[in-house]
């Protein structure tokens, strides 16, 4: 299982993943397992009426460095304007764990994300900010809050702020039930109009398939509601991780 595993993950969504390019956010959780290594396979699309649809990819592998740091290093695709799926960037993801878990009565973390576009007009897109999770008995919340800019690009922007939030049930391993929102806000010293804002939340589902010796097969997946008029009216995005 340890050879083939991989593999059967891979072939049985590599295809479809690679034939998207357009929204695959996901939640952060400040959690970090060390020595845990992990292939990851992220997709989204998101539609829009009298609209092109969009779609976004990404392949990545994860490493827990050490107890308190995990890192990732993502292909990432894209396919928009009715145009074919194409290559899009490279992304190294470093999550830092700050408190034991469960030693307070609220989990914290701190995301480093760094992102090199194919356009290099785009310069260095950089995204960072604290991750929050708490239980209530079965229900786990998660919260975080994240800022956004682009390093050395051609043309002047600013500093950008979104949040993302998560409600689980832990039902059993193998299921579990929620749901998800992402939003964004706009500029942090002046918030976008509430038209021009982005705000997604719907129904997620996650799970677990332990297949022994440290192996694992995790996966979560939303349908996102579009709440204003700038947001798609729906994406879908789904994460599929085999950890060894």
């Known amino acids: 299982m340890k050879i083939y595993a991989p ?9 479809p993943l690679l034939a998207l390019a357009g929204p695959s956010d996901y939640v952060y959780t400040p959690a970090v397992t060390y020595g845990e290594k992990e292939i990851d396979f992220k997709a989204g699309s998101a539609s829009k009426k009298d609209e092109p649809n969009e779609a976004a990819a990404s392949i990545g592998f994860g490493y827990g460095v050490t107890q308190r740091w995990f890192t990732e290093f993502y292909l990432k695709y894209k396919r928009e304007l009715n145009e074919d799926t194409k290559f899009d960037a490279y992304e190294w993801e470093n999550k830092f764990q700050l408190t034991e878990t469960g030693q307070y009565p609220v989990d914290v973390g701190f995301l480093l994300e760094i992102e090199r576009p194919k356009d290099h007009d785009e310069g260095w897109e950089v995204k960072w900010g604290p991750l929050f999770q708490t239980e209530f008995g079965k229900v786990q919340l998660n919260a975080n809050l994240l800022f956004q800019r682009n390093y050395d690009a051609a043309a002047a922007n600013d500093l950008l702020f979104m949040y993302q939030w998560q409600v689980k049930y832990r039902w059993k391993p193998q299921f579990e039930f929620g749901a ?16 021009e804002q982005i705000h997604k939340i719907g129904p997620a589902v996650f799970g677990k398939f332990a297949l022994g010796h440290r192996e694992a097969i995790k996966y979560n997946a939303a349908w996102l509601i579009g709440n204003s008029k700038a947001s798609p009216d729906n994406t879908l995005r789904l994460q599929v991780e085999y950890e060894f």
């Open 7 to 15: 593999l059967l993950v891979a072939g049985a969504l590599l295809s």
């Open 180 to 195: 998800q929102g992402f939003s964004e806000m706009g500029t942090v010293d002046r918030w976008s109009p509430q038209d």
